[in-house]
């Protein structure tokens, strides 16, 4: 028999990070202990061996992205947490967030009235808040133009209502001559131009006075407009509205609905128990 019993060395490393071994030695492996060593700003990053001296490390909120603060790193209720990303609160209205926040829910915001003005007869639409929070928006088309105006400005700031002026207000064209395609369907920031003819309308309209578009308008049931705006000399004609064609056996028009050469087949209008339908077609639902 000899005095040369097995031993293991006393390890901190078989402790988890924020902690360290205590009460190691003779015939006691020893227990492991929360590191008290807090540092404000800082999380334990490994275990502390024998002592109560945990490494730690910075809690880094440059990880974060803009919007964002960084949470739960370091401290007493989460001493070995290096920390996560978490979305600072909504800016207010027009509005959005420009930078992190940190380790606090405070970014900086700026001002959606601060970003370039959109182009003319434009606005800023979906700039931060809360439905964007980070979003500096985009310029969308302002959707408010009055028959005969045009857009002045881009200044439709948030709502898509910009600026605009009659096309009465410009100064008068030369004897003989006309204003052409001012505030047109397919550019209402447009002044137009003076001409001596003016241009074709757009399909579904038609020139009054002045080449001002106006649009062709509705007909009534089982009829269609023809020769709107396509008449070959100042394309001024409203057209007139024509009988549709008669609909094919089985088929009707139902005057009371507006559809158009549309028809409506007849067995889709059900007679009561005990009856059928008769002398559907045409115009008549029978």
């Known amino acids: 028999m000899q005095d040369s019993c097995p031993y293991e060395p006393c390890s ?150 910009c600026p605009q002026q009659s096309c009465d207000s410009l100064p008068n064209c030369q004897t003989g001559h006309f204003r052409v395609s001012c505030g047109s369907p397919s550019n209402p920031s447009s002044q137009g131009s003076c001409s001596a003819t003016c241009p074709a309308p757009h399909p579904g309209y038609y020139l009054s006075e002045g080449c001002v578009e106006k649009p062709c308008g509705e007909c009534g049931s089982a009829q269609y407009r023809t020769n709107c705006g396509l008449d070959s000399q100042d394309h001024s004609s409203s057209g007139a509205c024509q009988d549709c064609a008669t609909p094919p056996a089985g088929k009707f028009f139902n005057l009371s609905m507006n559809t158009g050469c549309t028809p409506q087949d007849c067995a889709s209008m059900k007679c009561g128990t005990g009856q059928y339908r008769t002398g559907c077609g045409g115009r008549s639902i029978g």
């Open 12 to 161: 901190g490393a078989r402790c988890t990070v924020g902690h360290y071994l205590t009460g190691c030695g003779g015939h006691d492996k020893g227990t492991c202990k929360a590191c008290t060593q807090h540092v404000a700003g800082h999380y334990f990053s490994s275990h502390g061996f024998l002592n109560d001296s945990c490494p730690t490390a910075a809690c880094d909120a440059t990880r974060c992205a803009v919007g964002q603060y960084l949470r739960n790193c370091g401290g007493r209720m989460a001493p070995a947490n290096a920390g996560v990303c978490f979305p600072c609160s909504p800016p207010p209205e027009n509005y959005y967030l420009v930078s992190n926040g940190g380790t606090v829910n405070h970014c900086n915001a700026s001002r959606c009235y601060d970003l370039p003005e959109c182009p003319l007869g434009m606005y800023r639409k979906g700039c931060g808040g809360k439905g964007n929070a980070t979003g500096t928006g985009f310029c969308a088309p302002c959707t408010n133009i009055a028959p005969g105006s045009y857009y002045i400005t881009g200044a439709g700031n948030f709502s898509g209502i």
